[in-house]
């Protein structure tokens, strides 16, 4: 009789222990399934260009990498650089009120136009190349 019992024991554990190891198995291949394509990094911390360049870029660079997109055909009410005009209309509070706006967004252009890495005073540089000042 105690070998009957240790045999159903052992065949119940081999049975619990085939089970567990299907169980795993299965896991696997749905981790496996489920598992993201790919990764996202940006900047320094991921082995990738610094967020902010080393030196202050000129209005001009800003301009050409940030703003001409909007600021070069007018999209949206945007004011066309060189276009005395509509730039003195924004002007006319004084540059630190131009400045807040661009910094915090006004309208349709979201903040910093979306130049997240520039600088304060790069943005101010872009302001007055545009503007012709």
Known sequence: MKQLKALI???ATLLMAQAHAAT???????AER????GTVCVGAECGG???????PRSGKEVYQSACTACHGMGVLGAPKTGDT???DARLAKGMDATLKNALNGLN????????MNCSDDEILAAIKFMSGR
């Not at 489920?34 to 394509?37: D, F, N, Q, S």
């Not at 260009?49 to 030196?55: D, F, R, W």
């Not at 349709?108 to 130049?115: D, E, F, L, S």
């Open 9 to 11: 024991l052992a065949a």
């Open 24 to 30: 795993d198995a299965q896991n696997d291949k749905i």
């Open 34 to 37: 489920i598992k993201p394509v």
């Open 49 to 55: 260009a610094a967020v902010a360049p080393a030196e």
């Open 85 to 87: 005009a509509a730039w």
């Open 108 to 115: 349709a252009m979201p903040p910093k136009g979306n130049c």
